[in-house]
């Protein structure tokens, strides 16, 4: 079972409640953390959208969490967590979704490659729909290096030969948004690297529409990639056992059973 999102009528806050709920899972992120996050809160504040950051410092063994703890006594929008140790991206991702209580959640990397301006873009378009979509980012340009580029590559159409009907071609692009009550039938499970296709399969298997906005993906300015070269190997394994798995069969059960998504409300975001 998923988590569950919280419930805003019981949060203190809940006279003015965010706009945009933002999970961003951070490990060993000192060099950067304090760049990214001022970027996207300025980026939200010039836009006059109501931003909650919730973010989760995942096992970090540096200065991570002193350093958003410090942010979050400063900037409102900032919600620290900490996941004591570290067993993967989407286990950090998964214990700070219950955290969110704005009507759209989504998730944004920690480490700076998205401009700030490219989320702000993404919430307003996806709100701009009136319906629930999945708006995520495409890294059309990218930085990386030619090996990086070559694994993506085959990354994603190992994943299309499997999952043919998914609209994406770019299944691990962050950020990625979705209605709050889209993320909470989805029941996410998976604590490792396939969070993120998981998103993007359940989104299908559910009738989401996904709205992929084409960004440009810098290299990293600070602190190191954790991203192994192993890591493609576990992927495909993951997405292997997934697609195979009775649980994923057991899911598509339920949803199949259950009411259609009501449409979202189609109104602008509104000014602070």
């Known amino acids: 079972m998923g988590p569950q999102m919280t419930d805003i009528s019981h949060m203190p806050h809940a006279e003015v409640p965010p706009d945009v709920s933002f999970v961003m899972p951070a490990y060993n992120e000192e060099a950067i953390i304090t760049q990214t996050i001022r970027r996207l809160v300025s980026a939200f504040e010039r ?14 063994r540096d200065r991570t969490g002193e350093i958003v703890h410090a942010l979050a006594r400063e900037i409102p929008a900032i919600v620290p967590h900490r996941v004591e140790q570290n067993i993967g991206y989407g286990n950090g991702v998964l214990t700070g979704l219950p955290i969110c209580t704005a009507p759209w959640v989504g998730v944004i990397p920690a480490d ?4 700030a301006e490219d989320a702000v873009r993404l919430y307003e378009d996806a709100v701009a729909t009136g319906m629930p979509v999945l708006a995520k980012a495409r890294r059309r340009f990218r930085m990386d290096g030619a090996s990086r580029k070559l694994v993506s590559i085959a990354y994603n159409v190992f994943f299309r030969m499997l999952f043919p009907g998914v609209q994406s071609l770019d299944i691990n692009g962050l950020p990625k948004l979705l209605p709050r009550d889209v993320v909470t039938r989805m029941q996410l499970t998976s604590r490792q ?3 993120d296709p998981e998103i993007m399969i359940k989104a299908h298997y559910m009738g989401i529409r996904v709205l992929e906005y084409n960004c440009f993906a810098r290299a990293r300015g600070n602190g190191l990639s954790h991203v192994r070269a192993t890591t493609m190997w576990e992927f495909f394994a993951a997405l292997l056992r997934f697609r195979f798995s009775g649980t994923f069969a057991e899911w598509q059960r339920e949803i199949a059973k259950s009411p259609a998504l009501a449409a979202m409300p189609a109104s602008a975001p509104r000014a602070s």
């Open 47 to 60: 836009a006059g959208i109501r931003l909650e950051l919730v973010v989760v410092d995942n096992g970090s």
């Open 112 to 115: 700076g490659q998205v401009d």
């Open 193 to 195: 690297w396939l969070l």
